[in-house]
């Protein structure tokens, strides 16, 4: 009888080892103990994880995203714990998993977080920008491979890959289907992205429908009919110079390299060759004159009209040959007209928003006599026609000129919106800066 109970107690013992060593192969003891994984870490920066076993025989480091998807670290395993390069993932929050001989441990979670932006002194472009159009956002360190996020609070990120890396920053043009708005713009390297400080005002492109321009020498009133391509096609005058009245009328034809109308001073065809989106030479209408034919529209490295010149040798009126010069901020800073008037433009904190891509209203003041006089009538019309590279951003607040007595004067100019499409600029020399009134309408 005792030899029965002796042979069952025998077998009873080897079952329950038998047992435990099943549960030690499907449950095996976590190598690692006292395991502490990092709240945070940065995408591409160094990230520690401490505890002690980490030297065992067999094991890996994975990093494990909600759906389950894994990705191996590169870590180097030391008796203080474990260290690796956080891979390029996109950020959120990660299981850290201990693998060993076909065993796993989840040894806790981190949150993947963005590294440091990469741009020195990103500068979003202040005051409105408009659909359709080319937004430079300022600051260094900028690849060709990056990408731009437009948000709203509502509605879907709109993400734009088309970018070109300038000397002035990074530069893309905003979709022509973009709905207006107030965006925050994010920067997208790979899988990172940053949120740029600030926003994007973004409006409809605008046009001018009307511009009036008025001083001591007369007034000049223009209104401007366009294409279903924003193209110019009339532009009616109404010109009251000196007691003078008349009704001039330019008719524009286009091809892809030129744009024609008719001189209504010297009744002389006016012709205006394009490249690349903008008027490189023209006709000078000036035919009683000792002048080579043509004028020459120059521009700067950053696309603004730095000069149009006459390569004749006969003597044009001041009016005629400007020059022109921007500041940093890519506002007209001076205008000089045959070397002889210098006009300085001033802007204070409160300069308010230009319309971009129209007339640059710092021109205005000599509408009156560009082209009721005929003495600069193709460049004046020339500047209408929106085919001049950049203008400025801003409105000038003060204008500064030298008068024949050769005293500098600075004036004030005042500027006010009406219902956003009615823009009217004072300047307190009456006499011969006077006002300009523009009326805009929307690009549908």
């Known amino acids: 009888m005792k030899n029965i109970w002796f042979m069952l107690l025998t077998v009873c013992t080897m079952f329950a080892f038998s047992a435990c060593s099943d549960d030690d192969e499907k449950n095996p003891t976590n190598p690692v103990s006292n395991a502490k994984v990092p709240a945070t870490v940065q995408i591409g920066e160094e990230m520690i994880i401490t505890g002690t076993g980490f030297t065992a025989p ?3 480091l994975y990093l494990e995203d909600a759906e389950k998807n894994r990705t191996k670290l590169d870590a180097t395993f030391s008796a203080a714990g474990a260290t690796c390069t956080v891979p390029e993932l996109t950020p959120g929050t990660f299981g850290v998993i201990l693998t060993q001989e076909g065993h796993e441990w989840e040894l806790g979670k981190t949150a993947l977080e963005a590294g440091p932006n990469p741009i020195v002194s990103p500068a979003l ?14 600051g260094s360190g900028y690849e060709a491979s990056d990408k731009i996020s437009l948000n709203q609070e509502e509605g879907d990120a709109i993400e734009i890959s ?4 300038t000397e002035s920053g990074l530069q893309f043009t905003l979709p022509k289907d973009l709905p207006a708005g107030t965006y925050t ?22 046009r001018i429908k009307s511009i009036s321009v008025e001083n001591a020498m007369g007034k000049i009133d223009i ?43 010297n009744d002389i065809p006016l012709e205006y060759f394009l490249k690349d ?21 120059n521009y700067d490295a950053k696309n603004y009209l730095s000069a149009i010149q006459n390569m004749g040798n006969g003597s044009y009126e001041a009016i005629d040959i400007p020059t022109v010069s921007y500041n940093a901020e890519g506002n007209m800073e001076q205008l000089t007209l045959s070397g002889i008037n210098e006009y300085n433009f001033i ?15 710092s021109w205005a003041p000599h509408f009156i006599m560009m082209i009721s006089w005929g003495m600069g009538e193709d460049i004046g019309i020339g500047l209408l026609l929106n085919q001049n590279g950049y203008t400025s951003a801003k409105i000038p607040t003060k204008i500064s000129y030298v008068e024949y007595d050769g005293q500098n004067h ?6 006010q919106w009406t219902n956003d499409y009615t823009l009217t600029s004072v300047c307190d020399d009456e006499e011969n800066i006077g006002s300009t009134t523009v009326v805009y309408e929307d690009i549908e």
């Open 125 to 138: 472009p202040e005051g409105i920008v408009y659909i359709g159009k080319q937004v430079t956002i300022g």
């Open 347 to 361: 802007y204070g904190d409160d300069a308010p928003d230009a319309v971009q891509g129209t007339l640059d209203l």
């Open 162 to 165: 088309e970018v070109a890396v």
């Open 58 to 60: 067999g094991i890996a």
């Open 410 to 415: 600075e004036y004030a100019i005042t500027t």
């Open 223 to 265: 209104t401007m009919t366009y294409n279903e391509n924003n193209q110019l096609t009339i532009a009616d005058a109404h010109v009251n110079a000196m007691g003078q009245e008349a009704d001039y009328q330019y008719n524009f034809t286009y091809t892809e390299e030129k744009i024609t109308t008719t001189g209504q001073a």
């Open 185 to 206: 713009v994010s920067l997208i390297r790979g899988v990172q992205s940053w949120t740029l400080e600030g926003t994007l005002n973004v409006q409809k492109e605008k």
């Open 277 to 297: 989106g903008k008027i490189t030479k023209s006709t000078a209408c000036k035919a009683y004159d000792e002048t080579e034919a043509y004028n020459l529209w």
